[in-house]
């Protein structure tokens, strides 16, 4: 079945530096989700990519999908301590998906 | 706008026992889902429904029953509990197409001894 993976499982970083999430899917996604998760909290939807290739940002958020479709990214620039939490990407497969798959998430401190 | 409710919050079951964790929505949410997250292993689906009457088995259904008898409710059901269910459970709701928004209830953390 399909399987989404993601790199690194853990990041430290100091604030005020960049942070990179990986996303890969083993099959060819239709479309993929990026969700983050505060310590003790529910998963809160951030974006949703469609196109291949396309790259979406949100304030020091900058998300994209590959051109293939089968792997994303999340960046964050200038971290802050409020970009505490585990972020999530989840795919659905491309023809007849209905169930996204989540990867198993990235979890990022921020040290002030 | 409650969104999605989830009761309880936090329960402790003895191995063998039985219990149901409830779920509602009031978004009119055609599809619905139960997740379990375990450290390392992200979310899991266990069961999900695409409306009132169907329901279908996720990755990891093993242990649990869902029914779905109207829009609104999707309560998932441990029928004899076991410490591998200790997990942090979520419901979960959308419209029907897939390309929509996952909206999660805040979670039940299940401990089981």
């Known amino acids: 079945g399909q399987q989404v993976m993601q790199i690194p499982q853990y990041q430290h970083v100091q604030e005020g530096e960049d942070f990179t999430t990986y996303c890969n899917s083993s099959?060819?996604?239709?479309?993929i989700q990026w969700y983050k998760q505060r310590p003790g909290g529910h998963p809160v939807f951030l974006i949703q990519?469609?196109?291949?290739?396309e790259v979406k940002k949100q304030k020091r958020l900058t998300f994209q999908f590959g051109e293939a479709k089968k792997n994303s990214s999340l960046h964050i620039t200038a971290t802050q301590t409020t970009d505490v939490g585990t972020y999530f990407c989840?795919?659905?497969?491309?023809?007849?998906?209905?169930?996204?798959?989540f990867g198993p998430g990235t979890r990022l401190s921020v040290l002030p | 706008n409650a969104g999605v409710t989830q009761t309880p919050k936090f329960q402790v079951l003895k191995t063998g026992q039985s219990m149901t964790l409830q779920c509602a929505q009031d978004?009119?949410?055609?599809?619905m889902s139960w997740y379990r997250q375990d450290p390392g292993m992200g979310l899991r689906l266990i069961h999900y429904s695409v409306g009132a009457g169907i329901t279908d088995q996720g990755e990891v259904p093993n242990g649990y029953n869902v029914s779905r008898s109207t829009t609104e409710d999707f309560p998932l059901r441990l029928l004899s509990a076991a410490p591998s269910q200790t997990s942090v459970y979520f419901c979960a709701s959308r419209r029907q197409f897939s390309g929509n928004t996952i909206y999660f209830g805040e979670g039940s953390w299940l401990t089981v001894v």
């Open positions: 989840a795919g659905l497969e491309r023809n007849y998906g209905q169930n996204f798959v």
């Open positions: 978004m009119n949410h055609e599809y």
């Open positions: 990519l469609v196109k291949s290739g």
């Open positions: 099959t060819t996604l239709s479309n």
